[in-house]
């Protein structure tokens, strides 16, 4: 997903939850950071490293792919954007270390998710915000795992779009090409994903990059052929599942507040949205790069306020202004307190499922 969805709809989502708008534009920006929170910006203003969330493609180009460079690789895209569907799923006839990896493949309704909200709960606004990041990823990046892998997260070359024309669906193929410097082109088709790399390690391999955008726009409804899946077909239905992970997101958030006495798998808050759903599923279908614009309106409509656009660089100062006493009661000292703690309970999950992948994190007990 993208700012548009990550920013704006988390914040439309956490309105309808019942948080006010200071609280909501708290969770938003701190669901939209995860995106930005990499070792260098944490190095620029002197915070632990251990709380990056993500990773910049020169980092990735710097990346070691050793046992210990693809720990720290997959700590971080596991943790926040992959969350594995299932860590003890079988599957016949395969090896352990080709399980380790093919337990990784994200996909929502996990017990990894339980645990994500559940570790939200009765703790600051920015522990919030990144559960609804990683929650709101499952549904985008299922079927892709958060670690570098050929045998897993290749594709076949063919994609098609999936459209509905006169009553019926039709396929339309879509088109690839190599080059991050021009942006998708939606009319024509053709989209930007990563270059075919035979090392099964390499950086090229990690997550959709073989999908390219494709999992981060909410319009599309798509048939592909993944390597985990001997190359038959799936079919990602976008709209659908963005409308889930919205729901999804308010009926977490309630239950964080303590509006809803349970967090239970497969249940969404459909009842609270339903008022707003035609609204709401018009942003998802409109066939748009970013809807970022369309969120924000939709958000303002409903708190009746003013929402700032996002500022990778709004709480930079107080950070690194504070003194060392003080740093973990500034806004990113919170996102990073959280940060860490949710990233430490995602690879421990892993680690004790008897998968070493993402290694292990010690804990801090404050």
């Known amino acids: 997903m993208q700012e548009d969805f990550h920013y704006y709809a988390t914040y439309c989502a956490a309105i309808l939850a019942g948080y006010s708008h200071e609280e909501s534009l708290t969770i938003c920006y701190s669901a939209q950071f995860v995106d930005l929170c990499s070792k260098t910006y944490l190095s620029s203003i002197k915070a632990p490293l251990s709380a990056a969330t993500t990773q910049l493609q020169l980092e990735m ?80 990046h299922a079927n892709f795992a958060g670690t570098p892998s050929l045998v897993i997260n290749n594709t076949g070359k063919e994609f098609y779009e999936i459209v509905e024309e006169d009553g019926e669906e039709k396929e339309i193929r879509i088109k690839f090409r190599h080059s991050a410097s021009q942006p998708d082109d939606l009319e024509k088709r053709i989209f930007t994903n990563s270059l075919f790399q035979s090392n099964e390690h390499s950086i090229m391999n990690l997550g959709h990059g073989r999908a390219g955008h494709l999992p981060d726009y909410s319009f599309i409804k798509y048939r592909y052929y993944p390597a985990w899946g001997e190359y038959g077909d799936i079919v990602k239905d976008n709209p659908n599942d963005y409308y889930k992970a919205f729901c999804q997101m308010v009926y977490a958030m309630k239950y964080i507040r303590g509006k809803e006495l349970f967090f239970e798998k497969d249940k969404y808050d459909v009842p609270e949205v339903a008022l707003h759903e035609l609204r709401i599923r018009e942003i998802i279908n409109k066939r748009q790069i970013l809807a970022s614009d369309d969120w924000k309106e939709f958000g303002q409509e409903l708190s009746g306020k003013e929402i700032c656009d996002f500022d990778v660089n709004r709480y930079q ?37 008897g998968n070493i992948l993402a290694g292990f994190v010690k804990v801090l007990i404050k």
């Open 317 to 353: 100062s107080e950070y690194i202004q504070a003194d060392a006493s003080s740093k973990e009661d500034t806004f990113l000292g919170r996102f990073i307190d959280g940060a860490i703690a949710h990233k430490a309970m995602v690879s421990n999950e892993i680690m004790s499922s």
């Open 61 to 140: 180009m710097d990346a070691r792919t050793d046992v210990i460079g693809l720990q720290d690789i997959t700590r971080i895209w596991a943790s926040f954007h992959f969350l594995p569907k299932d860590l003890y799923v079988k599957k016949k006839w395969r090896p352990k270390v080709y399980m380790n990896k093919y337990r990784l493949i994200c996909g929502p309704n996990s017990d990894l998710m339980l645990k994500t909200v559940e570790l939200a709960k009765d703790k600051p606004l920015q522990n919030v915000g990144i559960a609804m990041h990683v929650l709101a990823d499952t549904w985008a």
